[in-house]
């Protein structure tokens, strides 16, 4: 028999994503916003929770504005009264609080990107409950400068985190807690943490890969700690990011010229150098001496360098020849290395640096350094660098 054809109407009615798994439906509801997702609860009945499973939740700016609207919706929120008695930003939390109670899955990754109070009694009820009732892998939490949030001590009850994220959080706690021992990444942005709580969590997180370290060193405390001590808690670390202010910290006195071996760290990440000031280059060299499986390096150097290089306090100034004292740097694996940027007025300490990694880098490949030179300037560079001795046949490239 002529099977019979279906119709165009009933070609379009034919539902697959709901006869997806439901790993993958969860996983397509990750790119939605939580407000996107919760919306698909008016699908039909079979969707109406399927929401409420998605393993990922992100609350930040583009969400804050909708949660009450979603709360009347979905939560069939708070009452009249209430709400008119409660701040902005407690109907925000409260709103978020009603999504974690509707939950009937683990959430493995959250997000929270608002502006709260650092005493906000509302969000330490929110790590609470997660910290009690979900194996979250994953945590993000961002402040503003303005409200910055203390973290409280039940983060470390999280036994599962493999992220931790931090912005504008401060993290005082006295060095008593076990860390996590499941951590393999650790990021610290414009936080206060005092030096022994940060050694005391980098020597207590055993799986730790990936650290960055953007505070400053006001923040921390520098009394009590050097930079040996520092290198010390990052002997497994793969990925390393920081910045000079933190030798402001540590390096009370002069750069010790023998650090601990950073064995396993093959990214090295380093924000807002100065060619001309501070002791950012040295440091930089000193680590290089006891990184000795680098396989990248990157550079950015800082923007509101000194279009002068008078204009540096005298004590600061970077001598000539800064370099030569480490001849014996040798980086065997290093494949390549990225500068970002060069500028008319560091050109000559920008070049210098790279001769010295050129010599000294038998495995590497690309050089990458982006300029704001005009074309000529940037041929010169070009043309002085491959007029360099190397230790291997790397591709150069200047360019803005």
Excluded at 2 to 28: M, N, Y
Excluded at 49 to 67: A, E, N, Q, R
Excluded at 103 to 126: G, K, M, N, S, Y
Excluded at 245 to 257: C, T
Aim: charged content about 25%; hydrophobic content about 40%; glycine content about 2%.
């Amino acid at each position: 028999m002529k099977a019979t054809r279906r119709s165009k109407v009933q070609r379009l009615c034919v539902d697959r994503i709901s006869t997806l798994p439901q790993t993958i439906i969860e996983i397509i509801l990750c790119f939605l916003s939580i407000q996107e997702a919760a919306r698909t609860s008016i699908l039909s009945k079979e969707w109406r929770y399927k929401w409420t499973k998605i393993p990922k939740l992100v609350f930040d700016d583009s969400v804050v504005d909708s949660l009450e609207s979603l709360g009347k919706v979905q939560m069939k929120a708070w009452n009249r009264h209430s709400s008119e008695n409660m701040t902005s930003i407690s109907k925000v939390f409260y709103a978020i609080y009603q999504v974690l109670l509707l939950r009937q899955a683990p959430i493995h990754e959250f997000t929270l990107d608002v502006v709260a109070d650092c005493d906000c009694f509302e969000l330490d009820q929110i790590i609470l409950h997660l910290s009690r009732n979900h194996a979250v892998k994953k945590l993000k939490l961002k402040s503003e400068y303005e409200f910055r949030y203390r973290v409280p001590l039940s983060v470390f009850s999280m036994h599962h985190l493999t992220n931790l994220h931090l912005e504008y959080c401060d993290l005082d706690h006295k060095p008593t807690f076990r860390g996590f021992h499941s951590l393999r990444s650790l990021y610290l942005k414009y936080g206060t943490i005092p030096t022994k709580t940060l050694l005391h969590l980098l020597s207590n997180s055993p799986s730790l890969k990936s650290f960055t370290l953007l505070v400053e060193h006001w923040e921390l405390g520098s009394k009590e700690c050097t930079i040996t001590e520092l290198f010390a808690c990052l002997h497994v670390v793969e990925h390393l990011t920081t910045w000079p202010l933190i030798l402001g910290w540590f390096a009370l006195d002069p750069l010790p010229k023998e650090l601990p071996t950073l064995i396993n760290l093959k990214y090295f990440y380093f924000k807002e150098m100065c060619f001309y000031c501070g002791q950012g280059l040295t440091f930089i060299a000193v680590m290089l001496k006891f990184s000795p499986n680098l396989e990248k390096i990157k550079i950015k150097t800082d923007s509101d360098e000194p279009y002068n290089p008078h204009d540096c306090c005298e004590n600061d100034v970077i001598p000539p020849n800064t370099l030569e004292k480490y001849s014996d740097v040798w980086l065997k694996h290093l494949n390549e290395l990225e500068i970002y940027y060069m500028f008319d007025t560091n050109v000559k300490s920008v070049l210098e640096f790279v001769k010295f990694i050129l010599a000294r880098s038998p495995k590497l490949k690309k050089v990458n350094i982006l300029s704001v030179l005009e074309k000529d300037e940037e041929f010169q560079v070009l043309k002085d660098l491959l007029r360099a001795p190397r230790t291997s046949p790397v591709e150069i490239d200047v360019h803005d």
